[in-house]
């Protein structure tokens, strides 16, 4: 099930959203423009190492800012174009909803709260692992819980895979939400954290947990 559209109207221009797409945008440009050394070390440098946080420190391969900076700084890199894109896609379904109601500023710090409590969820789900955990899906996955708040009721168009072919529906946002939460519930209780095969699925459930509680927090009174 790929959500690709909702049908839910705004009152403001989602300057935040858009922007947050323009710099995680531009940023993998930069990573795409350097050579393969200078990229990987770049991923290295800021993306976040559960095991630099149980050393209290950076790891001989990774001299970057101080363990807990790159909670931040991982939130704007990706690991592929994939990866890069499908983030974007959530970013741009959900958060210009999630922005409508919060405010543009309200929205940024709630964005950067969920991405940086994902992240941390991440490293004490497997303390000992060196990968270098990237992205902005635990950010985006806060972003899904405030919207689950805001519009449980909206329409979301999907594609849903039936054998070789692509079917639309439309879904309540609840079911859509919902439905994305339990799959990375059932995922981390299948499966150890270290064979998630590169995806945080821990960080997607701390961000998505953490939209949920902050957003009653965050959100305006309607006048």
Request: aromatic share 14%.
């Amino acid at each position: 099930m790929i959500p690709y559209q909702d049908i839910q109207k705004t009152r403001h221009f989602p300057f935040v959203t858009i922007l947050l797409i323009l710099i995680n945008a531009s940023v993998f440009a930069y990573q795409l423009l350097l050579p393969p050394p200078g990229s990987n070390r770049l991923l290295y440098e800021f993306a976040v190492i559960p095991l630099e946080f149980k050393r209290g420190g950076n790891l001989p391969f990774s001299m970057g800012p101080i363990p807990i900076v790159t909670t931040f700084t991982s939130l704007f890199l990706h690991g592929g174009i994939l990866h890069l894109i499908g983030n974007m896609l959530y970013l741009w379904i959900f958060g210009d909803n999630v922005e409508d109601r919060l405010g543009p500023v309200r929205f940024l710090i709630f964005y950067t709260l969920c991405g940086i409590i994902a992240s941390f969820t991440q490293v004490y789900a497997n303390f000992n692992s060196e990968i270098p955990m990237v992205g902005a899906s635990g950010a985006i996955a806060g972003v899904l819980g405030g919207y689950l708040w805001i519009a449980p009721k909206a329409k979301v168009k999907v594609l849903i895979p039936v054998f070789y072919f692509l079917r639309t529906a439309i879904l309540p946002a609840w079911i859509v939400l919902t439905g994305w939460a339990l799959i990375q519930f059932l995922h981390v209780q299948l499966a150890p954290p270290n064979a998630s095969g590169g995806i945080g699925y821990y960080a997607h459930i701390g961000g998505f947990v953490a939209g949920l509680l902050l957003l009653p927090a965050f959100r305006r009174r309607r006048r």
